[in-house]
T-cell receptor, first 112, second 113 residues
Framework: GNSVTQMEGPVTLSEEAFLTINCTYT??????LFWYVQYPGEGLQLLLK?????DKGSNKGFEATYRKETTSFHLEKGSVQVSDSAVYFC???????????FGPGTRLSVLP | NAGVTQTPKFQVLKTGQSMTLQCAQD?????MSWYRQDPGMGLRLIHY???????DQGEVPNGYNVSRSTTEDFPLRLLSAAPSQTSVYFC????????????FGQGTRLTVV
């Protein structure tokens, strides 16, 4: 079945540091890939997505590129802020939209 | 635009009690689902529905029932609460094509004592 693997957290960075959160997936066909963010005490919000190979999703300074050859969708940001402290979830959806699978989440803490 | 609305936000139950978590969406989405979120476990799918009158089990369905009588509503029922059901519950909705995002409610924090 489909699955998503993320790097284990927590990740602690200083403000303005470079961020990478690794995500790899296993799926049949050509899934769509997503990054969601969960701020403390809130639900999940879509951060960015990519729907086909080599697409780059971007939002709020975050980027991720859909790499089919390595089955990866790593999240990056060049300069993190304290306000980026949250839990980040990588997810995939199969072609038919009926199977939405999440990774375990990576907690990011950014220190001033 | 309310999106996905969950009620209640917090609930404490005694072992053996029953309750219903409510979820409503106003985006005319066919697909609705319930997840539970536990520390270190990410989100696990409990039940889902692809339209009114159609429901199916997810990864962790035991102890939970669902029904989908309308497109808008997808309640989750705990028939006899157990401490193992202490968790944060999220409802989500989305369209049925693979590239559409899921929209989440704010969550219900349930404690079973």
């Amino acid at each position: 079945g489909n699955s998503v693997t993320q790097m284990e957290g927590p990740v602690t960075l200083s403000e303005e540091a470079f961020l990478t959160i690794n995500c790899t997936y296993t799926a049949t066909g050509y899934p769509s890939l997503f990054w969601y963010v969960q701020y403390p005490g809130e639900g999940l919000q879509l951060l960015l997505k990519a729907t086909k190979a080599d697409d780059k999703g971007s939002n709020k300074g975050f980027e991720a590129t859909y790499r089919k050859e390595t089955t990866s969708f790593h999240l990056e940001k060049g300069s993190v802020q304290v306000s980026d402290s949250a839990v980040y979830f990588c997810a995939l959806s199969d072609n038919y939209g009926q199977n939405f699978v999440f990774g375990p989440g990576t907690r990011l803490s950014v220190l001033p | 635009n309310a999106g996905v609305t969950q009620t209640p936000k917090f609930q404490v139950l005694k072992t053996g009690q029953s309750m219903t978590l409510q979820c409503a969406q106003d985006m005319n989405h066919e697909y609705m689902s319930w997840y539970r979120q536990d520390p270190g476990m990410g989100l696990r799918l409990i039940h889902y529905s692809v339209g009114a009158g159609i429901t199916d089990q997810g990864e962790v369905p035991n102890g939970y029932n669902v029904s989908r009588s309308t497109t808008e509503d997808f309640p989750l029922r705990l028939l006899s609460a157990a401490p193992s059901q202490t968790s944060v519950y999220f409802c989500a909705s989305r369209g049925l094509t693979g590239d559409t995002e899921a929209f989440f409610g704010q969550g219900t924090r349930l404690t079973v004592v």
